[in-house]
């Protein structure tokens, strides 16, 4: 097999596909409330060696059941994300790209115009048209052929469409896919015959719908594309396709599901503020009309998933956001510069967890269970409460980078030149570190933190964050409003205090104290890391 000539990504799934992403997250909710049903107790042992077991080659074996070890949970939430930061800062760099569409439709596009093969575990692309020499392998026939201790080749069985339905005596596999989705039990010779019948009218109309998931792009649409998304994680993408294309039903953003604990609130309650900026920069700029007020975040509200109506701010209330923001970005950095960028970014994430908590009148997590996640998991077990904090510091630094790819979306894209607001605070977003060296941390760095250092950090955390909560005392807070079922009616619900409301909310801006910033001395030595979630839960 040749070269990779493209690595193509989904950058926005169609409206149609809502259903489906609904029943899937739901799918992941009820996998976790099984899990957690059957483990409400435990304090599990820590796994140092979280590497996956076996041969080189089992890794293209998708025939080989799924490790028991990994079936009690939902997939990595990160992972695409994580997968993207690491094609993008290696030599496939060039050649990874977001698309604005279905990946598919893409690889289709690419295998047509120069009659490549399409690598997938999709079987969706035997009905798309490669073209006369286009083909798709796919990964489960993928073979890694060993010569002693070294693999030398790799083979595998190539499908090529053309061919396939030659042998059909059909034009091509789109009315044979749809006859045997109508009807799954039919044989192959039956499947046939349909396929090269003439349908009736109302088959042929819903054989037209079917068939447009199928319609042909050119990559030239990828490549020229005006929305700059190439880089962009594939939510943030749809988010500002959304914004672009002006759909009607609203905005919608779809938050990855978290490993966390189900009887408690959802880790997405924290930073919402964060993603609130985030999602008005992108109002202000990404051409949503003046009437669109609010986003839709679909996400787990106890033990459903369900929309949650975050209302945008204006134009005023985002600039003095972001001065905020970069003030107290300022504090830190300026506070413990000595430490590694994704232990600052951390005790940030922290900040916010924390401040949660004190709106929501909730206690501080203790010392020792909070800075675990920020200095490295020393303990030998984790529980519930681990999972769950580990959760919402997830939660936090990925509303950052939400924020970052929108800001950087919008200073590439738009003119931010006249607000001086943003230059600044892009700057501070520049240095957020890739998802992989910050879930788990994998920070190489060394740092020996004295007790006396790890109690001011701790000291300062909760500090800052009844500094934010004293500066918003006079604030409405963040509005969001979960949308009830078969209803009309929308209730506002006050994420600080939990209190059901209506109307809009208008935040004022947030106030920066300097007064109490903790003191103490920091000094280099070895730093210890935070286990892999999954690892410490891998074996249950």
């Known amino acids: 097999m040749s070269s990779s000539e493209q690595i193509y990504f989904d950058g926005y799934l169609p409206v149609a596909k809502r259903p489906v992403r609904i029943s899937r997250l739901e799918g992941y909710l009820k996998q976790t409330t099984v899990f957690h049903a059957n483990h409400k107790d435990f304090r599990r042992p820590l796994h140092q060696d979280c590497s996956l077991a076996g041969n080189l080659t089992d890794l293209f074996d998708l025939s080989r059941p799924v490790p028991s070890k990994f079936r009690g949970l939902p997939a990595a939430p990160f992972l695409v994300p994580a997968v993207l930061d690491s094609l993008t800062d290696s030599k496939y760099a060039a050649i990874t790209q977001v698309v604005p569409g279905e990946a598919d439709s893409f690889c289709a596009a690419a295998a047509r115009a120069s009659g490549g093969i399409v690598l997938t575990s999709d079987s969706d692309l035997l009905v798309h048209d490669l073209g006369p020499a286009g083909a798709v392998v796919f990964f489960d026939h993928l073979e890694l052929l060993q010569n002693g201790e070294k693999y030398y080749q790799m083979s595998a069985r190539i499908a090529q469409p053309s061919k396939i339905a030659q042998s059909l005596n059909l ?23 349909r396929s090269q019948t003439s349908m009736q009218m109302d088959r042929a109309r819903d054989f037209e719908n079917f068939g447009k998931e199928y319609e042909k792009v050119s990559t030239d649409h990828a490549s020229n594309s005006p929305f700059s998304i190439e880089l962009l994680d594939p939510r943030v993408s749809e988010m500002i396709l959304q914004c672009r294309m002006r759909l009607q039903g609203g905005l919608h953003m779809y938050m990855p599901f978290l490993i966390e604990d189900p009887s408690r609130s959802s880790a997405w ?3 919402t503020i964060l993603r609130t900026l985030a999602y008005s920069i992108m109002a202000h700029y990404g051409g949503i009309p003046k009437q669109q007020q609010s986003i839709l975040e679909h996400s787990r509200r106890d033990t459903r998933i369900v929309p949650v109506e975050i209302q945008l701010v204006d134009y005023t209330s985002v600039l003095r956001d972001a001065e905020s ?12 510069s000595s430490l590694p960028t994704t232990i600052i970014w951390k005790i940030f994430g922290m900040i916010e967890v924390f401040s949660w908590h004190l709106k929501s009148g909730r206690s501080f997590p203790l010392q020792r269970t909070a800075l675990k996640f920020v200095w490295g998991n020393t303990d030998t077990s984790i529980s519930w409460q681990d999972i769950q904090l580990s959760a919402q510091l997830q939660a936090a630094l990925y509303s950052v980078r939400i924020l970052k790819q929108v800001l950087t979306y919008a200073s590439s894209c738009c003119e931010l030149g006249s607000d001086t607001h943003f230059p600044p605070l892009l700057a501070r977003l520049k240095n957020f570190p890739l998802l992989r060296d910050l879930f788990p941390g994998n920070d190489s760095t060394t740092v020996i933190i004295s007790d006396t250092d790890i109690g001011s950090i701790f000291d300062f955390i909760r500090n800052s964050a009844r500094e934010q909560e004293s500066a918003e005392l006079d604030d409405e807070g963040a509005s969001v409003s979960i949308l009830p079922e078969n209803s009309a009616q929308v209730a506002s619900v006050e994420e600080s205090t939990g209190w059901v409301t209506t109307g809009s909310k208008h935040r004022k801006p947030k106030r ?8 103490g001395p920091l000094s280099k030595g070895p730093l210890k890391h935070t286990n892999n979630i999954y690892g410490m839960l891998s074996d249950i």
């Open 269 to 271: 309650n924290i930073s």
């Open 325 to 336: 923001l970069n003030t107290q970005l300022g504090v830190l950095w300026n506070r413990y």
């Open 171 to 193: 034009q091509n596999l789109c009315q044979f896919a749809f006859e045997l989705k109508e009807n799954s039990s039919l044989t192959l010779h039956e499947v046939q015959r």
């Open 512 to 519: 920066q104290s300097k007064n109490s910033i903790a003191n």
